[in-house]
């Protein structure tokens, strides 16, 4: 059913659902609903598979939001998200950007079809390793460290909406800083979480900075790193897969955002009572299909098909760094980084993993970028299984969630940011071992 949807999408895209844009999103609800089932049903059967799950999971509340909540009432979708969706009536640019998103979530399904290289068994973990716990404590305290410095820099900037925080600590010459540091309390509770014996402690320290960070709107930097903590424990048989469960915790997280999105674009305290609802929070969340609408307008306006151009383009630009051998443009005008092009053409709107993967490759690209993704998200869970992971698989694994948002050269410095990160750690606690021997 998946794949004959995907099919059906596709033929159609410039037809009839142009012209009957209902039953387009009746479709891609059936589509998507059908894909987290079969992948809900696998990690059921095969708890290593969770990772994937989860992936998508977090892929489809960012890309699928609008759809459930346009399919009960279609004409609420104008008002539903702060006004913000005036563009979302545009069918003849919506019905190509979900057809490339659902061939992307075809490809994640797809990929549990591809063998593994890694055979280990779907076992009970093992017991916890001293080394492993070695890892663990180092990691906590490395989380906890990187919490005190977050709210010294934000206490220190000064408080307010989201965009205005962001504009305090681009001024104070913070930004890159921040940034860095959201990565590393993300990163360092994902090790914790996924080395430790009882991640409790792990969990409480990182929601009471949760609890700070989300009201000032740093959704994605809390969001991710739960859901990737999440679905490595359910990978290691400590998070119950149950349904109603997933449920829950999702309709509270949707809850949340609804309140986010208030401080997220500034709207007056006044219309926080008005504003916050379920229906509010899914439909904020899949707004960011935004980025899939405009790369589909860009190339039929004209652009080409990059063919890989904005992913080589983070790794020439650090190249250059490295070493200079030819001029290297200032990243504020190179626009082979989609975080930069979107916010010179439309506005600061994050990125999409599978927006990129089409205006780089087309549609065939999106198939194969899900492919490829889901193949990995599949290998991690397998990895977390036997706490096997070593710094560049956690850290790849980290960055393909925070991908699923953002654009590849955001994903790249998460991913080389996270190395670093966690190579010191490694280091750390492999002395701290050898110390106490």
Not at 111 to 117: D, E
Not at 281 to 303: C, F, M, Q, T
Request: proline share 4%.
């Amino acid at each position: 059913m998946i794949f004959t949807g995907v099919m059906v999408l596709v033929g159609g895209s410039n037809g009839l659902f142009v012209t009957n844009y209902y039953l387009f999103h009746v479709l891609v609800l059936g589509i998507f609903t059908s894909a987290i089932w079969v992948l809900l049903k696998t990690a059921q059967h095969d708890r290593r598979e969770s990772v994937l799950l989860f992936f998508a999971l977090g892929y489809c509340a960012f890309h699928f939001g609008i759809i459930p909540i346009y399919v009960i009432m279609p004409e609420a979708i104008d008002t539903i998200g702060f006004n913000l969706f005036l563009w979302y009536s545009r069918s003849e640019l919506m019905v190509p950007a979900y057809s490339l998103a659902s061939i992307y979530l075809a490809g994640l399904v797809a990929s549990l079809l591809l063998p593994m290289i890694y055979r280990g068994s779907a076992t009970l973990t093992p017991p916890v390793s001293v080394y492993a716990s070695a890892l663990a404590r180092v990691a906590l305290l490395a989380m906890m460290g990187f919490i005190v410095a977050w709210c010294y820099i934000v206490l220190t900037t000064g408080l307010g909406g989201y965009d205005i925080l962001m504009e305090g600590l681009q001024e104070s010459g913070r930004g890159a800083l921040i940034g860095f540091i959201h990565s590393a309390i993300g990163i360092s509770f994902v090790l914790t979480v996924v080395m430790a014996e009882k991640p409790r402690t792990a969990a409480i320290i990182f929601a009471l900075w949760a609890s700070l960070a989300f009201p000032l709107g740093l959704r994605g930097h809390v969001a991710f790193p739960a859901l990737l903590a999440v679905a490595l424990l359910s990978s290691q048989g400590r998070f119950s897969l149950n349904p109603w469960r997933i449920v829950l915790l999702a309709l509270v997280f949707l809850f949340i955002s609804s309140a986010v999105a208030v401080f997220r674009i500034s709207t007056p305290q006044d219309t926080l009572e008005g504003s916050v609802s379920i229906a509010r929070g899914i439909a904020e969340l899949g707004g960011s299909i935004r980025p899939a609408y405009e790369v589909v307008d860009w190339v039929s306006n004209g652009d080409s098909l990059q063919w890989g151009n904005t992913y080589f383009a983070p790794l020439e630009r650090t190249f250059l760094r490295i070493f200079p051998i030819a001029e290297r443009i200032s990243a504020e005008s190179d626009s082979r980084l989609m975080n930069v092009l979107i916010v010179q053409r439309a506005g600061p709107y994050g990125f999409s993993i599978a927006a990129e993967a089409f205006y780089n490759f087309g549609y065939i690209g999106c198939f194969l970028l899900g492919l490829l993704s889901g193949w990995g998200a599949r290998l991690a869970g397998r990895f977390a299984d036997r706490r096997l992971f070593r710094p560049v698989a956690l850290a790849l694994t980290f960055a393909l969630f925070v991908h699923i948002r953002q654009s590849f050269v955001t994903s790249y410095g998460v991913f080389m940011g996270s190395i670093v990160l966690l190579v010191f750690i490694w280091l750390v606690a492999r002395g701290l071992r050898q110390w106490q021997r």
